[in-house]
């Protein structure tokens, strides 16, 4: 794991990022730092960084801080087929679907599921995803130790059932369970488990299970995910928990107002069971 910035996130790099979000603008960078937005293993597959840019637009300055996620350096984890699907995904759900979901008729009546992205790119060494701040605009997560209250539940269940909804009409654009690093990644986790237990007093009996578990755990998974096509079929998340939930509170009463959903690169289409 990297412990420093990539030295391409420049002031060269956000120059053209954002100049090819704000088409038909005059924008350059003035000043650009960039440190860790999370600690190290924080996030699996990506690296996440904040930038503190000061922006000239069409002579017209503004600060703003985003969000970039590049892709784990120095681990082996970053050369795995999961690793590179699972950023691969995210990068098209944030760039195209969400775009889509969200479209300027639905945001009259569906509040926004994620950060806005401003640029996805996965064509080169540089891969990276830009996304708005959310931190910057007032969202944080809940603390772990206390989890959610009914308030908190209700605001997720409602929003994650409008981004179901959302979804339906987009169908064909949507990633089914992927598994091209699904079988290698499920046998070493079923192996190492194995390994684990026969250190344990008293489970041995389960060893043999595991032992035979192994070659064929990719298929039972690809089974419990499999898809009706004639069902009602939208896309999920994927890994909806709480920390991949941020909240944003009322300055005056402290109440819950407001949720977005974070870490999307295991969403896949399936029965809404999320």
């Known amino acids: 794991m990297a412990e420093h910035p990539p030295e391409w996130l420049d002031t060269d790099f956000f120059e053209k990022a954002l100049r090819s979000h704000r088409k038909g603008t005059n924008l350059k960078i003035l000043s650009c730092e960039v440190g860790r937005a999370t600690q190290p293993g924080d996030n699996f597959g990506s ?3 904040r930038a503190n840019l000061k922006i000239e637009t069409n002579h017209e300055i503004e600060d703003t801080s985003l969000i970039i996620k590049c892709r784990i350096r120095g681990s082996e984890l970053m050369n795995t087929p999961i690793t590179s699907d699972a950023f691969v995904t995210e990068a098209k759900i944030y760039s ?3 775009t889509l979901m969200i479209n300027d008729e639905l945001a009259k009546t569906i509040q926004p599921f994620a950060a806005k992205c401003f640029f996805t790119n996965t064509d080169t060494w540089h891969e990276a995803i830009m996304l708005e ?4 605009k ?8 206390l989890g959610l209250d009914l308030e908190h539940c209700l605001l997720v269940m409602r929003t994650i059932a409008q981004y179901h909804a959302a979804s339906l009409a987009l169908q064909s654009l949507f990633i089914k369970y992927p598994d091209s690093g699904m079988n290698q990644f499920l046998a070493t986790s079923v192996r190492n488990l194995a390994q684990e237990v026969e250190n344990w007093p ?5 060893l043999d299970a595991l032992k035979s578990l192994e070659p064929t755990v990719k298929n039972h998974l690809l089974e419990a995910v499999r898809i009706d096509e004639a069902g009602c079929n939208v896309l999920l998340h994927g890994d909806l928990w709480l920390n991949n939930i941020m909240f944003r509170y009322s300055e005056e009463t402290g109440n819950v107002q407001d949720v977005r959903y974070v870490y999307i ?8 069971n999320d």
């Open 47 to 49: 690296e996440m960084y």
């Open 96 to 98: 195209e679907i969400h």
């Open 133 to 136: 701040d959310l931190k910057k």
């Open 138 to 145: 007032g969202f944080r997560l809940a603390k772990v130790s």
């Open 202 to 206: 008293g489970y041995e009996i389960y």
């Open 265 to 272: 690169y295991f969403s896949f289409l399936f029965f809404p």
